[in-house]
């Protein structure tokens, strides 16, 4: 078979020189099923509108279908709803609670052991002023001699004291 | 599961800070004192009193037994307006009236003082003595912590004699 003018009308088509007749006899033409194969690289290029077709697209009822399912009323079902769901909030909050008492309470516990044993002072925050052994026994030393010194002047006067109200008593019962 | 997470955040603070523990009085005194340069704080740790006992420092046989019943001990001293500084070491002590109760007092020509005392089920436990030298108008803090029986009173009102 001769496709002589075809290839004449391609030729033109590609000079942009075909009229829209000439086009259309172009795309009848590829649109068949039996192009030869040295025109074959030109289908794609006439024959797109077809393909084109073929491709899905929305049908006009499809509005109406999604209208349709978005309007109809959603399935309700009814469920049985026991004691033990109604309260289960209740039990949830009651089991936090629990928790928290039992953590408190241990705690409470552990760090009443502890400070019992630390006398309440926390002694990890001191720091040493003298890193030699026999400059701080100086210094206890010096401190406890002045608090000896103290009990014995505090003893004295406390003596001095009771010996007055003593008197005082005595005079007053003489009296 | 937040909500749970955050609820133990919240007691794990809760609990440090609980843990933390106390104060001794001196801490207390240094607290207000902090940006006083004429305030000065000797600390002797536990630590520092159980390195004082296995070491041969005694130079004094006598201060052994005391110092074995002692835990820490902290000086305050300052060398100026001993009498103020007193004062407020008093004030202290009536604002943590219900810590420590005073245990005596002294008055002499050159110096007064006052004992106060903290009790743990009946057992003394911190030992606290003001003094305030007239003459030199120094004022000394001594803060002794540890197991103040009538045994350490003992002991240490015979160190002086």
Known sequence: MDYKYIEQLVDRYFSCETSLAEEQILKAFFSQNDVPTELLKYRDLFAYEQNDKKETVLGDDFDAKVLSIIEEPAPVKARTITMTHRLMPLFKAAAIVAIILTLGNAAQFSFKNDKEKSDDINYSSYKDTYSDPSEAYNKVQNALELVSEGINEAQKSDSVTSVRTDIKNDTTKTE | ?161
């Open chain 2, 1 to 161: 599961m937040k909500r749970v997470l955050f609820l133990l955040i919240l007691i794990s603070a809760s609990v440090g800070l609980c843990a933390q523990g106390s104060q001794d009085f001196a801490s207390k005194y240094m607290q207000i004192c902090k940006e006083d340069t004429a305030v000065h704080c000797i600390t002797v740790s536990p630590k520092m009193m159980a390195q004082m006992l296995k070491s041969d420092t005694h130079k004094k046989e006598d201060l052994k037994p005391l110092i074995k019943k002692l835990k820490s001990a902290r000086i305050v001293t300052t060398s100026q307006h001993g009498e103020g500084y007193f004062q407020m070491a008093e004030n202290l002590v009536k604002k943590n009236s219900d810590r420590f109760q005073s245990d005596g007092n002294y008055k002499n020509s050159h110096s007064y003082g006052s004992f106060y005392t903290r009790k743990k089920k009946g057992q003394t436990v911190e030992l606290i003595l003001l003094h305030a030298n007239i003459k030199e108008r120094r004022f000394i803090l001594i803060n002794l912590t540890g197991m103040i029986d009538d045994e350490f009173k003992r002991y240490i009102s015979m160190l002086s004699l």
